[in-house]
């Protein structure tokens, strides 16, 4: 089966409910900014038969929250990336210098508070539903091979959905306690706490949907748990550094979608988000940038969460900007209500990171546009 093959139209429902199982989409069928961060590193997960499908999957994906129109993979050019005459410039080997420290974190937070917090979120907001199946009645139409095989030539008459009443887990051994571990960073004792505070009509629910439950309970608990460390949280400096060669060669390839970019450190960017096209676009129409970069996922901060990987470093024009250096996020909304506590918790672990390791000569921001940047930067 050809890598790039399209997916046919009778997996999709199954696709529905696993991008909602692991919470790629939310409730109404959105893109969660999780989704997101896992689309733009193409690692959706996926089981063995979908496996064939994972670039057209993910490309269709992209193209919802980009609100570009979906290419197959194998009508895109794609390129090899070399970093360019830009990258070597003294402007963003100064800022490169001063940002490529690495820090680590210190948390400091009141298992008890935790422990109580986690047990009223799940209580209020853990829900696993039935199992269902789905049951479609109709008749085979005379067709095509292809039209076959896309399930096209059925014409459906009924659809009805079925509770599952047998228990499909019933030889099935879980570490529920373990698997929460590992996805929360907690200590067995802390989860053990959490467990056994909560109703026991939500701890049942365990019989459900195992994996379900954990996965979900293991996202309330992360939340709690991103909420209380914000406020609690040091970054401090040490002596390792990111290495450019590893950090600027480890995107080998772009989508060659756009003209030759001027202010870049590659010729072409690194991603086809409408959002960050428009960025850098700004960026390169902008008198006052110098020189920029769309940074590498290898380049993170750590964070009690995950590493988290800020978007762009800019370099201004110091006759013109007083504030230099920045280091941005580029994101769908400048509001803070619109990021769930996790996000929240990545970005104020960058902004901390940043004023730990150069003080106020590099800064960190959250920004939408680039027109919103400039409201952020003091033009002399």
Known sequence: MKKNAALPKIMLVKLNKLLYKHDIIDDNDKITIEGKELIEQNKIPLPANLEPFRDSINNLLKSIYTGEAFKPENERQTIVLKTNHNFRKKEFQALWEKINLKTIYEVK?????????????????????????????????????????????????????????????????????????????????????????IKEEKFLLFRKNPEEFIAKCSKLINEVKAGL?????????????????????????????????????????????????????????????????????????????????????????????????????????DSDMDLREIEKLKIHCATEHFKEISGNEVKFEKVSSYEKLMDIVQVK
């Open 229 to 333: 460390i914000i406020n609690n949280i040091v970054y401090h400096k040490i002596d390792e550094r990111h290495d450019a060669k590893t950090v600027f060669t480890n995107d080998k390839s772009a989508l060659r979608n756009s003209d030759l970019l001027k202010k870049h450190i590659y010729d072409y960017l690194t991603s086809d988000s409408k959002i960050e096209s428009n960025f850098a676009e700004a960026l390169e129409n902008s008198t006052e940038v110098v020189v920029y970069a769309k940074l590498p996922k290898s380049f993170y901060v750590s964070t009690p969460i995950a590493n988290y990987s800020p978007d762009w470093a800019i370099v201004f024009d110091k006759d013109k900007i007083r504030q230099i250096y920045f280091v941005t996020e580029t994101k769908g909304s």
């Open 109 to 197: 937070f009141e298992t008890d508070k935790l422990i109580n917090d986690s047990k009223t979120r799940i209580n209020a907001q853990l829900n696993i539903g039935d199992r269902v199946y789905e049951v479609k009645t109709g008749e085979l139409q005379d067709g095509t091979r292809e039209q076959m095989q896309e399930g096209s030539l059925i014409k459906e008459s009924q659809r009805q959905y079925l509770k599952i009443n047998n228990d499909l887990y019933t030889n099935t051994v879980y570490d529920m306690v373990g698997e929460i571990e590992v996805r929360t960073n907690l200590t067995r004792s802390t989860i053990v706490s959490i467990l056994k505070a």
